[in-house]
């Protein structure tokens, strides 16, 4: 899928929309933002959505244009040097030592505890300050009155979480907690338990949006561990009847580099994000009001 959109409508009248958001670390954050600055500026205003997922980078944007920040500020942040962005990397020693977990027999509960005991061996958690870090980028602290969806993975059982706004729990503790990818930043304890990023069970996890029916994903990161998990299988799940998947043309993915984590790249993600995004206007234009 990557550098397309793919997309499909039928039908008529309106349901509820769902806005999905992948990861795709520092870079994926910005060309968000330039996707949904420029696409607001033709007319086309995804932030509006019924839901917003938000997983892993997607939980940091989610989090951000729903408590109403001005998509124009944010993207224009994303442009500032980043000296203060706590960059990281994923080596490729660290990341075979994800690859057994997933291959290895078992249910897919099973292998996300076995990658969450590499997570656990690799940070204790509470070793890096992550939350401060996502504090700095999420101007508001509570909840938004909407209905906002963060996902992240129970480190210890490998059980698949979604936390709300009913949860129970703090905003900035359940967006760190998705964002933390493992060997490259420690689990985050929220409510007694220890968690990590919600894009080791799906780079997008668009099935929970089930029930929605339009959906438009924007994933930084297309590909994922298994079919079963992918996100074509995922939108046969959830059913819309009207739905696009928007993945990074070339251009966008030679902005990114090779290091999703670097935050000097983030400027250039960003602007790629908002070229990329005037090409996109009349097929999403088609599918958000469908």
Not at 44 to 58: C, N, P
Not at 100 to 124: C, N
Not at 130 to 145: C, G, N
Not at 184 to 211: I, Q
Request: proline share 6%; with cysteine; aromatic share 4%.
């Amino acid at each position: 899928m990557s550098g397309r959109v793919r997309y499909n409508w039928h039908m008529t009248g309106r349901g509820t929309s769902a806005l999905v958001l992948g990861g795709g670390g520092i870079t994926g954050i910005a060309w968000e933002l330039g996707i949904l600055t420029g696409l607001a500026e033709a007319g086309v205003d995804l932030t509006d959505a019924d839901i917003v997922v938000g997983t892993s980078a997607g939980s940091v944007v989610g989090a951000q244009v729903t408590n109403g920040q001005p998509l124009e500020d944010l993207y224009a942040t994303q442009l500032e040097p980043a000296d203060d962005e706590l960059g990281g990397r994923l080596s490729r020693i660290a990341a075979l030592k994800l690859v057994p977990p997933y291959v290895l027999p078992g249910s897919g509960r099973d292998k996300l505890a076995r990658v969450g005991r590499v997570a656990l061996a690799s940070h204790a958690p509470g070793s890096v300050d992550r939350e401060s870090v996502i504090r700095s980028r999420l101007p508001v602290r509570d909840w938004p009155d909407r209905d906002l969806r963060v996902t992240a993975v129970d480190a210890g059982s490998g059980e698949f979480t979604v936390f709300t706004r009913d949860s129970d729990v703090d905003l900035v503790a359940a967006v760190a907690a998705s964002c933390a990818v493992p060997t490259v930043w420690p689990p985050v304890e929220v409510g007694g338990r220890t968690y990590m990023d919600g894009g080791m069970r799906s780079t997008a996890n668009v099935d929970v949006a089930r029930g929605a029916e339009r959906v438009v994903v924007l994933a930084p990161l297309p590909r994922s561990m298994s079919k079963k998990v992918s996100i074509r299988a995922q939108l046969e799940r959830v059913g819309p009847r009207a739905w696009s998947v928007v993945t990074p043309d070339a251009e966008a993915l030679a902005a990114f580099g090779r290091n999703l984590l670097d935050p000097s790249k983030r400027k250039g993600a960003a602007v790629a994000g908002l070229r990329q995004s005037r090409m996109l206007v009349d097929q999403l234009r088609r599918v958000w009001d469908a």
